[in-house]
Structure formats: structure tokens, C-alpha cells
């Protein structure tokens, strides 16, 4: 069964960096053609593909979001991360981390429970 964990400060500053861990369990971060996403959902609104880093290593962000997007992996771990600086309250939602065979929110296989993060003074 594999499962994902999400793991980081629920309460995040206006312009710190908001910084997200995943734990995956049940499958290798490796496993090939498996892709590892970040995504949002803020109250309200659909939800929001951050990013991915895939099996090999390579990174994939959102256009929205790159500027502002560091994903990175610990294969040791079986863990990988987001980094988002400059956070405004407006980054304020549910963080999930994804996993599945392609970086498309609908084709997910594999889902964390999310965690919420708020950004406020």
C-alpha cells in the first residue's frame, strides 16, 4: 500500500519561505515513470498543480508558480519537497502531495491527507 505523508509548519510568515516535506512510503521515489507532484487547494478554489519532480530526478513547475518554486528529493528518505518564498496570505490552502504516472491532478494514484498552511502575521 503506499501511502504519503505531508509534514511542515502549519503557520508560515508573509514573505518567509513556506517549506513542505513529503514521506512516501510503499513505492520508491525511483520507481520508473512515476512522477511526485505538490498541489493546492485554497478555500474556494480549484485545485492547483504546483509542481513535480520525477522519477529521475527532473523538475517540473507551474508557470504561476516557478518563479517562487524550489522542489527537491532525498531518494535515502524516499522523501521529496517544496520550498515556496515570498509567501503572501494568498498562498494560504491545503498542500497535498501526489504521486502517479503522469503530473495531470485527475490521473493521481496515490494522495497525502494534505495539511493546511496559513500565511499570516
Do not use: F
Not at 520507481?31 to 520525477?54: D, N
Not at 531518494?75 to 498562498?91: G, H, S, V
Not at 504521486?99 to 491527507?113: F, I, L, N, P, Q
Request: glycine fraction near 10%; charge should be positive.
Amino acid at each position: 500500500q503506499v501511502q504519503l505523508q505531508e509534514s511542515g509548519p502549519g503557520l508560515v510568515k508573509p514573505s518567509d519561505t513556506l517549506s513542505l516535506n513529503c514521506t512516501v512510503s510503499g513505492k520508491s521515489i525511483t520507481a520508473s515513470a512515476h512522477y511526485w507532484s505538490w498541489i493546492r487547494q485554497a478555500p474556494g478554489k480549484e485545485r492547483e498543480w504546483i509542481g513535480a519532480v520525477s522519477y529521475t530526478g527532473l523538475v517540473y513547475w507551474s508557470p504561476a508558480l516557478k518563479s517562487r518554486t524550489t522542489i527537491s528529493r532525498d531518494t535515502n528518505k524516499n522523501q521529496y519537497t517544496l520550498q515556496l518564498r515570498l509567501a503572501t496570505p494568498e498562498d494560504t490552502a491545503v498542500y497535498y502531495c501526489a504521486g502517479g504516472r503522469g503530473t495531470a491532478v485527475e490521473k493521481m494514484d496515490y494522495w497525502g491527507k494534505g495539511t493546511l498552511v496559513t500565511v499570516s502575521s
